[in-house]
C-alpha cells in the first residue's frame, strides 16, 4: 500500500511539475494571468505530492513495510526509532527523495514570493521564466525517483526483515542533522540559477535584481557553509583518523560551489553598486548551480570511489544528459543575452573596494578551479590515457594554501577600502592599529617558539584582518556615540541593525578568520602516535599520560561494542576517563570506530581503540593532539550567527513609496555623478 | 586599469597570470599523482619506479604475514593474478580484517632493496555497506570479553 501510493505522489508529482513548467512558459510569453496562476497552483501541488511521498516513506520505514524495495534495503527492526528515521537519506533512491523535497519546498517558497512579485509588476516575465525554470529541474529530480531511482518498488513476497541502514550513519546521531543541512544549501542553488536564467530568458535585469537574487543565494549560502562545518565534525568525530577534511571527492563536491556561490555573493554587490560585472556575476550562479549537479553525479553514479559514495546505480547516463543540457543552455543563453549584460560602469582606481572584490573573484574562481581539476583528474587520466591515479592531498594543500592566505587578507582590506577611490592616507590611518596589533602577535609567537611559516603568516594575516573589522566597527560606533550621546554597546547595536547585510557580512569574515586560525593550528601543530599498552600500564604523550585500565564487551540491540577504558593525566593529575570504543555493525564487514575526546579551546586530546587482544590484557590506542581544532566549530557558528544576522528583516521604519525610492536613487546617481 | 588606452595591458596582464597559474598547476597535479600499479606492472617499471608515491594492489599472499609488535610494523608480500609478488612493509596496526588472502591496496614507496615501505594500508572489500558473508563472524573475536565480564 505504502509502495502504491508514495509512488502514485511521485508520478503526479512528476506530471504537475511539467504541467506548471509548461504553463509558466507560455504565461511569460503571452503575458497571460491564468496561465501564471496555473502554473503557480502546480508548483504548490508539486510540493504537495512530494511531501506525501516523503511522509509515506517515513511511515514505511517506521512500520517496517518490508514490502517498500528501499525499506528492505536500509530498514531493520533492530534499528532505533531515530536511526529508523533518518536512514530515509543513507542510500541512494532516499537521498533523492530527501532532494526532492527540498526542492520542492523552494519551489513553492518561490511560488509565494512570485505571487507578490507579480502582483506588484504583472506585466514582467522574468518571474514566469524563473518559476517556469525551476520547475524544470523538478522534473528532473522526480524523474529520476519514478523511474531508475525509483525508492517505492513493490517486493512480493515481502521480506520479514532487513540489513539496517549503513553502519557509518548509524554510528553518530549527527547524520540526522549534516546530510538535511547540506542539502538545504546543495540543493537551494537552483532558485538563484531560476532567476538568473529567468532573467536571460526575459532579456533584461531589473535594478532590483542583485538585492533579490543576493537574498535568495544567501539562505542556501548559509546552509551549505553550517553543512559543510558540520560535515567536518561528523569526520572527526566519528571516522577516528583526527582529521576532518580529506579533500575526498565528495567533500570536494559540497565545496567548489560554495567557493563559486561565496564569489558571487560579492561580484553581485559590484553589480548592484556599480552595475558592472554583470556577465561574470551570472557565469557564477550558473557555475554553482552546475557544480551542485557535477558533483550529484560524481558522487550518486559511483564513477568516483569515496567514503560517501552509495553503490554503482543506473542514474549516472541521466545526470550526465541532464549537466550537458544545463551546461549548453545556459552558454546559449548567455552569448544570446550579452548585449543586456553590458557593463554600465567602470574602473575608476586600483586602489578600491571594486578592485578587491575583483581580485577576490578571480581568488575564488581559481580556487574552485583548483578543487575541480584535482577532483575530475582521476577520471580525465583514466578516459585518455587508461591509467589509474589519484591526485594526491598534497597538490590540495599546496594549491590552496597561498590562495586562501590571500583571501584572509582580503577578508579585512577589502572591507576597509572604500567604494571608486581609496586613498593612502585614509589606509595609513585604518591600518595602523590592526598592523601594530599583528606585527605584536607575530613577535610574541616567534618569541613563544612558533617556527612554521605558514602557520605564523595566517596568525598575522588574520590578526591584521580582524583587527580591520574591528576598526569598521568602532569607527562606525564611535561616530554614533558622539552623534546620539547613546553608550557603546547600544550605539554598537545601532550601527550593526542600521545595515544588517554589511556588519553580518563581517561578522562572517571574522568567522572565517576563526576557522582558519584553526585550520592552520590544527593541520601544522598536531601530533600523533600509537603504542600497544600492557592492562594497568601508562603511557606518556606529550604533555600527557594515558593508562589502560581495561577493556570489555556490550551487547546492544543494534550492534555489539568493545570498549576501552583509560585514565588521562597531566603532569600526574587525572584529568579524565576516555571510553574509545570499537561498534560491530551486521552491516558492516570492519568494526566502526567511536573515538574519545576531551576538547576545549586550546586544544584536543583525541583517543582511538585500534586492537585489542582476545584476553583483554592488550589495547592498542592512537593518541593524537590538536591544538585549536574547536576554533573551526566555533568559527562555523560566527559564520551562522554572521549569515543570520544579515537575513534578519530589517525593521520596517516607513516603507519608502516608489515616487520616494527614486528621489533617493537620483541623489545616489547624481552624488555619484558629481563624485565622478 | 586607467581609462582606455590599458586595455591591451590589462589583456597581457591577465594572460600572463593565467599562465603562471596553469603552470603551478600543472606542476602541482605532476608532482602529486599517485599512480595505482599491480605487482606486475610494479616490477616491470623496474628502478625507474623507485622512491614515487604509488599505490599497490594485490592480494596478501598466504604464509607470508608477519607481524612485529615491538616495532608495530607488518611485513607481508603482495601477489597478483600473474603470481608477481612484492614485498611490503608497512608500518601502525593493520585494519581488524587484515588477513592472509584478502585484496589489499598499499600506498608508499619502492626502494631499491626491493621491498615496498607503506604508510597506508587499505583492505579492499568492494563496497563499503556489504554485509559480512557468510561464515565470516566477527563476533567470534571478542567473544571472550563478554565472557569476561560476566565472571
Known sequence: ?676 | MRRGGGKAGLVIGAAVVLLVFAYLLWGGIGNNLVYFLTPTELLAKGASAYGANVRLGGIVEGGTVHWDAQRHELRFRLIDGDDHTVEVVSTGVPPQMFSEGIGAVVEGVWTPEGVFRSHNLMVKHSNEYRAPPPGAKPAEYYRQLFRKQQS
Open chain 1, 1 to 676: 500500500m505504502n509502495a502504491v501510493i508514495g509512488h502514485a505522489a511521485t508520478l503526479l508529482g512528476l506530471l504537475l511539475a511539467a504541467f506548471g513548467a509548461v504553463a509558466a512558459f507560455v504565461a511569460a510569453r503571452t503575458g497571460e494571468a491564468r496561465y501564471f496562476a496555473g502554473a503557480r497552483r502546480a508548483g504548490l501541488g508539486v510540493f504537495a505530492c512530494v511531501a506525501i511521498a516523503f511522509a509515506t516513506m517515513e511511515r514505511a520505514l517506521i512500520t517496517h513495510d518490508f514490502s517498500v524495495s528501499y525499506v528492505e534495503q536500509v530498514g531493520s527492526r533492530a534499528t532505533p526509532l531515530f536511526y529508523t528515521i533518518i536512514s530515509l537519506w543513507s542510500a541512494l533512491e532516499g537521498s533523492i527523495l530527501l532532494w526532492a523535497l527540498i526542492l520542492a519546498a523552494y519551489t513553492a517558497l518561490l511560488v509565494r514570493w512570485s505571487t507578490r512579485a507579480n502582483a506588484a509588476q504583472p506585466a514582467d516575465p522574468q518571474v514566469p521564466y524563473a518559476l517556469g525554470t525551476l520547475l524544470c529541474v523538478n522534473v528532473f529530480f522526480l524523474l529520476l525517483i519514478s523511474w531508475p531511482a525509483n525508492p517505492f518498488r513493490v517486493l512480493n513476497p515481502a521480506p520479514l526483515d532487513g540489513p539496517g541502514p549503513n553502519a557509518l550513519l548509524q554510528n553518530s546521531p549527527f547524520m540526522g542533522v549534516h546530510p538535511p543541512l547540506l542539502y538545504t544549501g546543495y540543493v537551494g542553488m537552483a532558485v538563484p540559477f531560476s532567476l538568473a536564467v529567468g532573467a536571460l530568458l526575459a532579456g533584461r535585469l531589473n535594478p532590483d535584481w542583485p538585492r533579490l537574487i543576493r537574498r535568495w543565494t544567501l539562505v542556501p549560502w548559509t546552509f551549505l557553509s553550517l553543512g559543510i562545518v558540520a560535515g567536518s565534525w561528523w569526520s572527526y568525530e566519528v571516522l577516528g583518523w583526527g582529521g576532518y577534511w580529506a579533500w575526498d571527492p565528495v567533500e570536494n563536491a559540497s565545496f567548489m560551489p560554495w567557493l563559486t556561490a561565496t564569489a558571487f555573493l560579492h561580484s553581485v554587490m559590484v553589480q548592484e553598486r556599480r552595475g558592472m560585472l554583470k556577465t561574470w556575476t551570472i557565469t557564477l550562479i550558473v557555475g554553482t548551480f552546475l557544480l551542485t549537479v557535477l558533483g550529484t553525479f560524481l558522487t550518486r553514479s559511483g564513477v568516483l570511489a569515496s567514503v560517501h559514495a552509495f553503490t554503482q546505480s543506473a542514474i549516472g547516463p541521466f545526470f550526465l544528459v541532464f549537466l550537458g543540457i544545463v551546461l549548453l543552455g545556459s552558454l546559449t543563453l548567455l552569448a544570446w543575452r550579452s548585449d543586456a549584460l553590458r557593463s554600465e560602469g567602470r574602473f575608476d582606481a586600483a586602489l578600491s573596494r571594486e578592485t578587491a572584490f575583483v581580485v577576490n573573484n578571480l581568488l575564488f574562481a581559481a580556487f574552485a578551479f583548483v578543487v575541480l581539476l584535482g577532483t575530475m583528474f582521476p577520471l580525465l587520466a583514466e578516459a585518455v590515457r587508461g591509467v589509474k591515479v589519484s591526485v594526491g592531498g598534497p597538490y590540495f594543500s599546496e594549491m590552496s594554501v597561498p590562495i586562501a592566505l590571500l583571501l584572509v587578507f582580503l577578508a579585512g582590506v577589502g572591507p576597509a577600502l572604500p567604494w571608486r577611490q581609496g586613498s593612502l592616507a585614509l589606509l595609513r590611518g585604518k591600518f595602523r592599529w590592526p598592523f601594530v596589533a599583528a606585527l605584536g602577535v607575530g613577535v610574541a609567537l616567534a618569541v613563544a617558539g612558533v617556527r612554521a611559516p605558514l602557520a605564523l603568516l595566517t596568525f598575522v594575516l588574520a590578526v591584521f584582518s580582524g583587527g580591520l573589522l574591528v576598526t569598521e566597527f568602532a569607527e562606525a560606533t564611535g561616530a554614533r556615540r558622539r552623534a546620539t550621546g547613546a553608550g557603546t554597546l547600544p550605539a554598537l547595536w545601532g550601527v550593526a541593525t542600521s545595515n544588517r547585510r554589511r556588519y553580518g557580512g563581517y561578522i562572517v569574515h571574522t568567522g572565517i578568520l576563526v576557522i582558519a586560525v584553526g585550520i592552520a593550528a590544527s593541520a601544522t601543530f598536531r601530533r600523533e602516535d600509537e603504542w600497544t599498552i600492557p592492562r594497568g600500564a601508562t603511557q606518556d604523550f606529550g604533555r600527557y599520560q594515558i593508562r589502560f585500565d581495561s577493556v570489555w564487551a556490550v551487547h546492544e540491540a543494534r550492534r555489539d561494542g568493545v570498549v576501552a577504558a583509560t585514565t588521562v593525566s597531566l603532569q600526574g593529575t587525572v584529568l579524565t576517563r576516555l571510553y574509545p570504543r570499537l561498534n560491530y555493525y551486521p552491516t558492516a564487514m570492519e568494526p566502526i570506530g567511536t573515538p574519545a575526546l576531551r576538547a576545549n579551546m586550546r586544544e584536543d586530546l583525541y583517543l582511538v581503540l585500534l586492537a585489542y587482544t582476545q584476553d583483554g590484557e592488550h589495547a592498542t590506542i592512537k593518541a593524537i593532539v590538536s591544538p585549536l581544532v574547536g576554533w573551526i566549530w566555533l568559527g562555523g557558528g560566527i559564520v551562522g550567527l554572521g549569515a543570520l544576522f544579515a537575513l534578519w528583516p530589517a525593521r520596517k521604519r516607513d516603507p519608502p513609496t516608489p515616487a520616494a525610492a527614486a528621489v533617493v536613487t537620483r541623489e545616489r546617481r547624481a552624488r555619484e555623478a558629481v563624485g565622478r
